[in-house]
């Protein structure tokens, strides 16, 4: 179902309509032309008029994203409101798929080299002190050349923002949630959280499964806050990835690669035949960043 008629009439001095999109739970997307630009873009408006909720969810994608631009992260452009709803507009990736979609059948060292974009992605947010909260599959898209780019900052946050510091419901996808995302601990949330998410992916693009699959919320929650603590576990995978995939998935945040930019090193070298940095090198390694990015968090839980 594409923009209701109304809505699309109010937005119709700036954009000529092409084609719809998608319609989702949370809002429509429709492809079309920004009469200003001459330029093709994705323009993502928002259902529930007026519902504070979703409008800073909005706010908030539109605020984070547009603050990031790099080839592996879809970028927002402007934002604004119609009508009561809001709307964002973002680069359009022509014949884009999801990324379960993109990598069905291709071969292992394909797949890997996709997720490698979208570590490389994160690592970039992660530089801006910006954690995205929800990666998984449906928030990845690739285009038609194989290139992997992130979207939807809905969920995403600066690092150190205030409401990071305080207890609340979950936020993200249950399946690729670390144990103090899960726990609902925003205070213990930082790039680290991101890093499981990370390895989750790549958990599942080696091994054909999620590392942690409960039949219930309870049971999940119970297998993530155990971790993966073991390669051993990860059978069939070539030890230098099963060692990068574990080091995304300790439960304890201090044990896993501190930010996507370590990450992608070890999953860069692990792709090359070389012997990735653990979690406990790179930490070394990335001592200043790392190391700026725990004060920032101890500061803004003892405020």
Not at 149 to 176: C, H, I
Request: aromatic content about 4%; some cysteine.
């Amino acid at each position: 179902m594409s923009l209701p008629a109304p809505l699309e009439a109010a937005l119709a001095e700036r954009f000529t309509w092409i084609a719809s999109l998608g319609e989702g739970a949370h809002g429509w997307v429709e492809l079309v032309e920004e009469r200003s630009m001459g330029r093709r873009v994705a323009l993502k408006v928002g259902k529930h008029r007026g519902d504070p909720e979703r409008l800073a969810r909005f706010e908030r994608e539109g605020r984070v994203a547009a603050s990031l631009r790099h080839p592996n992260l879809v970028s927002v452009h402007s934002t604004g409101a119609v009508e009561g709803h809001p709307f964002l507009v973002l680069d359009y990736v022509e014949g884009a798929q999801t990324l379960r979609e993109a990598l069905r059948g291709l071969p292992l060292q394909r797949q890997l080299r996709a997720l490698l974009d979208v570590t490389r992605g994160v690592a970039h947010a992660h530089t801006k002190q910006v954690v995205h909260r929800d990666l998984k599959p449906e928030n990845v898209l690739v285009g038609p050349g194989g290139v992997a780019r992130v979207t939807d900052f809905g969920s995403a946050t600066f690092l150190g923002a205030e409401r990071l510091t305080q207890t609340g419901g979950l936020v993200g996808t249950p399946s690729y949630m670390a144990p103090e995302q899960i726990a609902g601990d925003r205070g213990l949330l930082g790039p680290h959280t991101d890093v499981w998410a990370l390895g989750v992916l790549l958990h599942e693009v080696a091994c054909g499964r999620l590392p942690f699959a409960g039949a219930t919320l309870l049971q999940l929650a119970a297998e993530i806050s155990a971790g993966v603590g073991r390669v051993e576990v990860l059978r069939g995978v070539p030890p230098a990835l099963a060692n990068v995939i574990a080091g995304c998935l300790r439960a304890d945040p201090q044990a896993r690669y501190p930010h996507a930019g370590a990450l992608e090193r070890a999953l860069a070298a692990a792709l090359e035949g070389e012997t990735p940095d653990t979690p406990r090198a790179a930490r070394g390694r990335a001592g200043a960043l790392a190391g700026a990015f725990a004060l920032l968090v101890v500061a803004v839980a003892v405020v």
